[in-house]
């Protein structure tokens, strides 16, 4: 008898597990989020094109990471570099093979950074934009394809800390973290639960989520990302029902920009965060 009343003592305390409050995000801002770096105007993902989102004002530099063979976290967007035609994943890398060959045919070039700014054109790793912009900048930080890098999230956690602090100045968190990967964004929220956190999303079709899915985002997430073509004023309304903030992407058009604006979106991710300030500072 004592040992069935354990047993359900025992289940009922797991079903009672309750892990932290997603942490909260600005209120009432509408974030620009300049999206791998000003990367309209210079090559994504380089400290050129984070230089410019900087001095353009910026609210957050947005970075996607990968994890080389030797546990550099790196940011660049897909999982693998292409030479001589071959795909070669970065997990099989060290970063400075990965460097060599990502720097020896590093894309095509942008215009206005032709010839100005050579050096700061080649792969950098997420400690070297840390150490560039330190605590003056915030980042929003995307965990590409942690699948692969098993122990990412612990890593990416370490380094952070090992920065700064993780409180952000004022109203504004100094990091916000985001995945597809659901599974990863659960495993930070349990690491970490002061880090916001935003699920990202990919819509062919307008979607449609009910309660159900709001119930479990709610468990983990602050936000979501989500592609512009798929967000309309009732999704954005019905995910501030349940207090989630709506973050479109790619959004580089004054006119979509407003749109986004006046349908309550709580920010943009841009490639041109010029824009995305200007029509900001115009628009209140
Ligand atoms: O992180 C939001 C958006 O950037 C996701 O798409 O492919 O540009 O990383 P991608
Ligand atoms: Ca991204």
Redesign the pocket.
């Known amino acids: 008898m004592k040992k069935i009343f354990l047993f359900i003592l025992l289940i009922f305390l797991i079903g009672c597990e309750q892990t932290a409050e997603p942490s909260p995000l600005p209120e009432d801002n509408f974030l620009i989020i300049a999206?791998?770096g000003a990367s309209a105007y210079a090559p994504e993902h380089t400290i050129a094109a984070y230089d410019l989102a900087y001095e353009m004002q910026a609210d957050y530099l947005?970075l996607?990471l990968h994890q080389t063979k030797d546990g550099q976290l790196v940011v660049m967007?897909d999982r693998f570099i292409v030479n001589q035609q071959k795909e070669i994943p970065v997990a099989d890398l060290t970063f400075e093979e990965l460097k060599a060959l990502h720097d020896e045919s590093p894309g095509p070039r942008k215009p206005v950074s032709q010839g100005l700014q050579g050096e700061k054109e080649g792969l950098v790793s997420l400690q070297e934009v840390l150490e560039r912009f330190g605590s003056d900048a915030n980042y929003y930080i995307?965990l590409?394809s942690p699948d692969d890098y098993p122990g990412m999230e612990e890593d990416l956690i370490a380094q952070l800390k090992s920065f700064d602090s993780l409180d952000g100045k004022q109203n504004t968190p100094w990091i916000i973290l985001?995945s597809f990967d659901r599974k990863s964004l659960q495993r930070i929220h349990k690491l970490e639960p002061n880090i916001p956190l935003i699920q990202?999303y990919s819509f062919d079709k307008p979607p449609s989520f009910n309660e159900s899915d709001f119930r479990k985002l709610t468990k983990y997430a602050s936000g979501i990302?989500i592609n512009q073509d798929a967000v309309s004023k009732e999704l954005i309304d019905q995910f501030h029902q349940h207090g989630l903030d709506v973050h479109p992407?790619?959004v580089n058009e004054k006119e979509e920009i407003r749109q986004m604006i006046e349908w309550g979106a709580d920010g943009i991710?841009t490639d041109r965060p010029d824009i995305g300030v200007e029509v900001k500072q115009e628009e209140r």
């Open positions: 999206h791998r947005e996607d967007h995307e590409k985001q990202l990302g992407y790619t991710f």
